[in-house]
């Protein structure tokens, strides 16, 4: 039910023009009971002049006359007050002044008890607009100074609407909830399955880029331990190809070593020989020229005379000629076998030093060998490194390649 335009000035001439209850007044025009017998007792509005419902069109004689007769009756207004909606859609929504007034109550009213129905459906039904709606819902949250006296009232009271249009609209915003719910799940389904694809190669190339990532964190740790494998590996397989080629060429080695040795004394016996000779020849021809004249001078004191001193002479001269070329012709052969004595001897204490020094001789060529072996394949290993990192860098992504 609508409040009566100027609610207490119509109140007051109720009071003065009728005899209806306190109760049956204060139902009209929403006021307190008490607030009405304080005005018939004088106590507040006084000052405040009557308004008449009647001439305003709100009640009639005939409704007043029946609430006089029965005390439980109420009072009813006219069909104008009465449904004010149906009026204002044939009068273009025109509203009263009790409900220009109390459009923001009946506004708040429909927030607090339905929060379910859309702000359009509000809308439609207060004739109002979506800036006033925010207002009064920001201002009672928010508990601002203008709308602290606000209070909700019954809209359907009121009459800005029934109760058949306040239930089409919360099912039209249920409805609507309900579309835009699917419109969102469908929209996000086509969006998953457009996206789909994409994160999974998007994923995929993550994934991708972790392995390979740690792929080369891996290969960067295991690559020091690789080539130090590697490094060790062909050291070995190196120092056990030249422990391989040393014990084959050691007997060579020896052979060869022991025939330039005994080359070398052969040829310093044979100098050293030479050198000698000419003395021992002279030594020998100087030994026998003495034996041979201490010979012949005893033949000649035994020979005293001179003839035989002369023929001894000629004698000695002729046996001396021919010692001399029997000694020319055996000089050769004695030199030969002198020669052949002393190399004899020489051979064999050059053998006995030489098997003494053997094995010291051959440690050292042993050590030399070893050493310029080492320092070959260090040359070699230095050469070889960087192409090998190289490979084995380039063969450590193949095998892991073919891992995955």
Not at 147 to 168: C, Q, Y
Not at 365 to 376: N, Q, R
Not at 382 to 403: I, L, Y
Request: charge should be positive; include cysteine; charged fraction near 35%.
């Amino acid at each position: 039910m609508a409040a009566p335009l100027m609610p207490k000035a119509t109140a007051v001439w109720l009071v003065e023009n009728t005899t209806l209850t306190f109760r049956q007044i204060a139902n009209f025009c929403e006021i307190h009971e008490l607030e009405i017998q304080a005005i018939a007792d004088g106590d507040i509005a006084s000052n405040i002049q009557g308004v008449s419902p009647v001439n305003n069109g709100q009640l009639s004689w005939e409704e007043i006359h029946r609430c006089e007769a029965d005390a439980a009756a109420n009072l009813v207004p006219n069909k104008l007050e009465n449904d004010v909606r149906e009026h204002n859609a044939k009068a273009k929504k025109v509203l009263s002044p009790t409900q220009r007034s109390e459009k923001q109550a009946a506004i708040l009213w429909v927030l607090v008890n339905y929060p379910e129905v859309a702000d359009k459906e509000i809308r439609r039904l207060l004739q109002t607009t979506d800036n006033t709606i925010n207002k009064i819902r920001k201002g009672v949250a928010e508990k601002s100074p203008d709308f602290a006296d606000l209070k909700p009232k019954n809209a359907i009271h009121l009459g800005f609407f029934t109760e058949r249009d306040l239930e089409e609209a919360r099912r039209n915003s249920e409805q609507k909830k309900a579309a835009t719910k699917a419109t969102k799940k469908k929209s996000a389904k086509k969006k998953t399955a457009k996206k789909a694809p994409a994160k999974k190669a998007t994923a995929a190339k993550k994934t991708t880029a972790k392995k390979s990532a740690t792929v080369k964190k891996t290969a960067a740790k295991k690559a020091p331990a690789k080539k130090a494998t590697a490094a060790k590996k062909t050291t070995a397989k190196k120092s056990a190809t030249v422990k391989k080629t040393a014990a084959k060429k050691a007997p060579a080695k020896k052979a060869t070593a022991a025939k330039k040795t005994t080359a070398k004394k052969s040829a310093t016996v044979k100098k050293t020989a030479a050198k000698k000779a000419p003395a021992k020849k002279a030594t020998a021809a100087k030994k026998t020229t003495a034996k041979k004249s201490a010979t012949v001078k005893k033949t000649a004191a035994k020979k005293a005379p001179a003839k035989k001193a002369t023929a001894a002479k000629k004698t000695t001269a002729k046996k001396s000629a021919t010692v001399k070329k029997t000694a020319a012709k055996k000089a050769p052969a004695k030199k030969a076998t002198a020669a052949k004595k002393t190399t004899a001897k020489k051979s064999a204490t050059v053998k006995k030093t030489a098997a003494k020094k053997a094995p010291a001789k051959k440690a050292t060529a042993a050590k030399k060998t070893t050493a310029k072996k080492s320092a070959t394949v260090k040359k070699t290993a230095a050469k070889k490194a960087p192409a090998k990192k190289a490979a084995t860098a380039k063969k450590a992504p193949a095998k892991k390649s073919a891992k995955k």
